[in-house]
């Protein structure tokens, strides 16, 4: 993409409204109103930012703690990352049938002669606890930063998940027998029953493999959703579907038939493994629209309201996803913007996929580096630090939610741009900012003006390579300049044209973080993608997300 220069219109507004940050307060219990997780309490939306933190592994206590004190990662997770919640995993077998071995006893099983040295200098007072107790441990800390915990049970026998033939997959597998997989829960549900700050359960990770199917899905995950509920009648209870934790269609044609009381929640994961990397590449903007679609068809319907009874909604966690982080896998770079896109435009309750930069043992490694990881190999710093810039914007609480199953007036937009993180700011120049001090506008249909929200100021194309204008009524904010259509499949892109009638896209300028318009990028000139197309067409996803206060 080339940065051209461009001429500046400055009209000296002083833009007067600006997106709010939502803090993170929230008390607990937790609850759910329609698709939204609520504050018990309060009744007030509290938006699930959570890292996923692996502690499911043969040694059975959360990762790093050989390479940093939990004290500190702790700390590091909200306030130089700014998540608020953590989804810790774990296994089944871990309850059932190691709870009383130390860390210590643990380690030593694997012959982990430097990681134990690690522990003993990092955080020396959990090498003769129980693992169970080291874990309590790890969430009390996670709950003194007032963060919040989501356990998963990942698997049963402590090791790497996941694949079809591991043993781990579905309910009668060699290491999946039902009644210990329920027991363990219960004695989850058990062990944090006063424990606030463990807001959910998730009841198992990843179901798969030959054998699944529905009719045992409702049998099980039923049974021991009632009896986590009994034990626990705080927690919420988090279901996953078949296939990866990809599907839950089958819930269109047969609800689930207990209801919990408002302490229900689906969670789905959504990657790119397995896609075809040139359709990623040179179909970008309409492989993103398929994948997109098949996300909402399996599972993300769940947050939709399929007719005047909103209370069919409920909420739905996207409990992994994630990427490379060191931005050398392009066909992840393309699925994680597209993802983003529409993570921020339907604001979903999420956790990222991961926080470790490296495991203990995994798949026979010893102190083995993972480059989905926050942390890096050492544990010291971040991997990537764009990355806690482009997840800053869905951290944040987009929609406050609703009151009663009534849906709250959509009152303006942002313009949120995902392959940044960054919105359009308050300047009068059209530059990036922080989605926190976002500007706001009001676009009433497609086709119609964009205007700065309680204002007649609406944006104009000027000509390509040039940032629009903010143009006053008179300026005729209904003529084709101000008129701005979504296009392309993946619905990401906004055009209008120039005084010569040529359609132009919105873009932002590498170079100067400002808004421009340029020729549409992997468009034809009747604005339809084109069969294949070299360039990024990321670089002009610009999405209006819906806010409100
Ligand atoms: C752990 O120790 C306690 C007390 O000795 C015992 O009751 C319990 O059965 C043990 N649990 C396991 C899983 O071995
Ligand atoms: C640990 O070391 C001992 C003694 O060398 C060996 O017999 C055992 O197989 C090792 N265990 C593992 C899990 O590597
Ligand atoms: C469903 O799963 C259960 C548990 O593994 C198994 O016993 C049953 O045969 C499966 N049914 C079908 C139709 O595959
Ligand atoms: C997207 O889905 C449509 C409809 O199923 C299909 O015809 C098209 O080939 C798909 N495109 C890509 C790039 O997968
Ligand atoms: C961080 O991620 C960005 C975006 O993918 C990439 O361009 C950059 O090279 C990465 N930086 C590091 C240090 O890995
Ligand atoms: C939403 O807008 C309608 C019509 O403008 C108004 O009657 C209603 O009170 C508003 N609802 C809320 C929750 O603000
Ligand atoms: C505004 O532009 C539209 C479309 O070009 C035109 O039909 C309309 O007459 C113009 N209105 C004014 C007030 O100039
Ligand atoms: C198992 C566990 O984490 N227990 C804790 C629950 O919360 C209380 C009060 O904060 C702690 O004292 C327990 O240790």
Redesign the pocket.
Known sequence: MSSSPFTLIVFFLIFPFVFHYHSHSHSFPLSTSSRWIIDELSGDRVKLACVNWPGHLHVMIPEGLHKKPMKSITSDIADVMGFNCVRLTWATYMYTRYSNLTVSESLDRWNLTAVKDGVAKNNPEVLEMSIVEAQNAVVDEIGKRKLMVVLDNHISLPEWCCSDNDGNGFFGDADFEPDEWVRGLVAVARRFKDNLSVVAMSMRNELRGPRQNVTTWYDYMQQAATAIHHENPQILVIFSGLSYGTNLRFLKSQPLTISLDNKLVFESHWYSFGQPREDWIFKTNEYCANVTKSFMDNSGFLLQQVNDQDRTRVPLFLSEFGLDQRGENEMENRYFVCLLATVAEIDIDWAVWQLPGSYMVREGKVDVEDVYGMYDFMWEKLRNTTMVDRLGFIQTKIQLGV?QD?P??QTSYIFYHPLSGLCVGPSHDLSMTSCRQASRWSHEQDGGSIRLADTNYCLTTVEQGVSPTISLDDVNCSSPESSWNVVSSSKHHLASKDSRGNNLCLEVDPSSLKIVTNKCLCLDDGLRDVLKCDDNPQSQWLKLIPVNE
């Open positions: 009151d009534r709250l007036n």
